[in-house]
C-alpha cells in the first residue's frame, strides 16, 4: 500500500510538472495516433469527427424529383371496391388560348394585295412597305406562301400568311415590329371534371405531346408547338367536345414467381372458374390475353395464383382516351420499385359502339418497351369483361447474360374497361355518378 502511494505521489508530480508546451505535444499526439485509425467504404473516408467525402456526381435531377407528380394519385390509385362499369358526367366547353401573342395591330385596311411563292417575312415585308412597323424573325421560317387579300384588315391578311406559312406572329407595339416565331404556346381552359382532364391529358399523350404544364387547381393545361401540334391538339379537343364516350381502363400489374421449377398452369383457371367465366383466348407474338367475366378480378385472380406461385404487385393505375383514340399507361410511373418491368408501357386504342351488331368495346392493347413493341391484341369485349394477359415472360426484361430469376416467372396483366358517358349539361346529373340497376341495363341495351 505505501509503495502504492509513493508511485501515485510521483506520476501526480510529473504530471504537476508538465509546461504548457509539454501537454500540447501529449494532446497532439493523442490525437494523432487517433486520426491514424480510419474506416474506408467504398472510398468515403469515416470516422467520428470527420465528414464523408463522396465522389463528385454529374447534376442530374434525383430519381424521387423526377418521379414527382401531383397527378400520379389520381393515376395510380384504383379502388377496386366502388368501381362502376359505366358512369355519367356532364358535357362541358373546353377552350383553347394561344398566348403570348403581343399588342393589337394597327387599324388598317388592306385591299388588293397579292403574294406568290414568297417567304412569310417576305410577304409581310411587302405587305407593311410604307408603314412604320417592321418585321423580326425570331425563328428561322422556310415555309413558302402565295394568296391573295381582296380586301380586308392589316390584322386579318397577317394573320392569313401566318397561317400559311405555319408560323406565328406576336406584335410589339412600342417598338412597332412583328415577331416570327415557328412554335408557339398555348393555354386549354378545361372542364372541371377529373375524369374528363385525365382523357385529354392521356389523348394528348397517346398524340406525343409530352411537355404539359397542368394547374390543377385553376384547371388549365399549358403547351408548346408547332403547327402540327396545333393541330393535333385542336382536333382532339373537338374530338373530346363531340364525343358522348369516353373509355377508361383500371389495371393491376403483377409479377409471379412459381413455386416449383414448373410453370403457371394456366388452363386451371376453367375448372376454378367455369367456362363461362372464360369468353375469349386471344394469342399474341408474345403471350396470350383472356377476355373474362366479373367474377375474375383482381381478388380472385390473386387468390388463383397464390396456389400456384408467389405473387408480387407491380404497378396500379388507371388511363382513359375519348372514344376512338389511343394513349398509354407507363409501368415505372406508378410501380411500387424500381424493377425490370418499370419501362414496359401499355398502350390502348379503343371505340365503343356497334360491332356487327353488338354494343362491344373494340381495343387494341400494345405492350412496348424501349427496345420496341413486345407483342399486342386485338380484343373486343362487352361493358363488364375484364381482361387477363397471361404468359408474358419475366425474361423479356432481363438484359444480362445471366440472372436469378426463374424462367417461369412471369407478367401477369388485369385490365378492367369501363364506359364514361357524357350527357348535356342541363342534365340533372352528378359528375362521375356510377350508372346501376335499370338505368345501367336500359344504357346497355341502347
Same mark, same amino acid.
Given at each position: ?44 473516408? +469515416? ?192 374530338? +373530346? ?103 414496359? +408501357? ?101
Amino acid at each position: 500500500m505505501k509503495k502504492f502511494l509513493i508511485g501515485f505521489c510521483a506520476m501526480f508530480l510529473c504530471v504537476a510538472c508538465q509546461t504548457p508546451e509539454e501537454m500540447d505535444r501529449q494532446r497532439q499526439m493523442e490525437e494523432m495516433q487517433y486520426y491514424d485509425t480510419v474506416q474506408v467504404i467504398e472510398d468515403v473516408v +469515416i470516422d467520428e469527427k470527420s465528414v464523408p467525402i463522396f465522389p463528385k456526381k454529374a447534376a442530374l435531377t434525383t430519381d424521387t424529383a423526377q418521379r414527382f407528380s401531383v397527378e400520379l394519385p389520381m393515376r395510380c390509385t384504383v379502388d377496386w371496391n366502388n368501381q362502376s362499369v359505366v358512369s355519367v358526367v356532364p358535357e362541358e366547353k373546353i377552350e383553347i388560348v394561344r398566348l403570348g401573342v403581343g399588342d393589337a395591330l394597327p387599324d388598317l385596311a388592306v385591299e388588293n394585295f397579292h403574294f406568290k411563292d414568297v417567304s412569310v417575312a417576305s410577304a409581310l415585308n411587302k405587305l407593311l412597305d410604307g408603314t412604320d412597323v417592321s418585321v423580326v424573325m425570331d425563328e428561322q421560317i422556310v415555309e413558302k406562301v402565295s394568296g391573295d387579300v381582296a380586301s380586308g384588315t392589316l390584322s386579318d391578311a397577317v394573320d392569313l400568311i401566318a397561317r400559311i406559312g405555319r408560323a406565328y406572329y406576336s406584335y410589339d407595339a412600342v417598338n412597332a415590329e412583328i415577331h416570327l416565331q415557328h412554335r408557339a404556346k398555348w393555354m386549354i381552359k378545361m372542364p372541371r371534371d377529373e375524369a374528363i382532364i385525365m382523357a385529354l391529358v392521356d389523348a394528348m399523350h397517346g398524340a406525343d405531346v409530352r411537355n404539359l404544364l397542368i394547374n390543377w387547381q385553376d384547371k388549365t393545361l399549358v403547351f408548346e408547338g408547332d403547327a402540327q401540334t396545333e393541330r393535333e391538339v385542336s382536333r382532339i379537343i373537338a374530338d +373530346i367536345s363531340s364525343k358522348k364516350y369516353m373509355i377508361a381502363w383500371d389495371m393491376d400489374v403483377y409479377r409471379v414467381y412459381p413455386k416449383t421449377d414448373n410453370p403457371i398452369i394456366w388452363m386451371n383457371l376453367l375448372p376454378a372458374f367455369g367456362k363461362n367465366n372464360i369468353k375469349m383466348s386471344i394469342p399474341g407474338v408474345v403471350g396470350r390475353a383472356l377476355v373474362v367475366g366479373p367474377e375474375i378480378n383482381t381478388k380472385t385472380l390473386q387468390e388463383f395464383l397464390a396456389m400456384q406461385s408467389n405473387v408480387v404487385l407491380i404497378s396500379q393505375g388507371t388511363f382513359s382516351i375519348p372514344n376512338g383514340w389511343q394513349s398509354r399507361f407507363d409501368i415505372g410511373q406508378c410501380s411500387k420499385e424500381d424493377r425490370l418491368e418499370t419501362d414496359l +408501357i401499355i398502350g390502348a386504342t379503343g371505340k365503343y359502339g356497334d360491332y356487327g351488331g353488338y354494343q362491344k368495346i373494340d381495343a387494341k392493347i400494345v405492350l412496348t418497351t424501349q427496345y420496341g413493341e413486345l407483342t399486342s391484341f386485338n380484343i373486343p369485349s362487352s361493358v363488364g369483361d375484364n381482361y387477363v394477359i397471361v404468359g408474358i415472360p419475366t425474361h423479356s426484361f432481363v438484359t444480362t447474360p445471366e440472372t436469378l430469376i426463374s424462367p417461369f416467372a412471369e407478367l401477369v396483366v388485369f385490365m378492367s374497361p369501363r364506359i364514361v358517358s357524357i350527357v348535356d349539361a342541363d342534365s340533372n346529373v352528378q359528375s362521375g355518378a356510377p350508372l346501376m340497376g335499370d338505368a345501367l341495363r336500359d344504357f346497355l341495351k341502347s
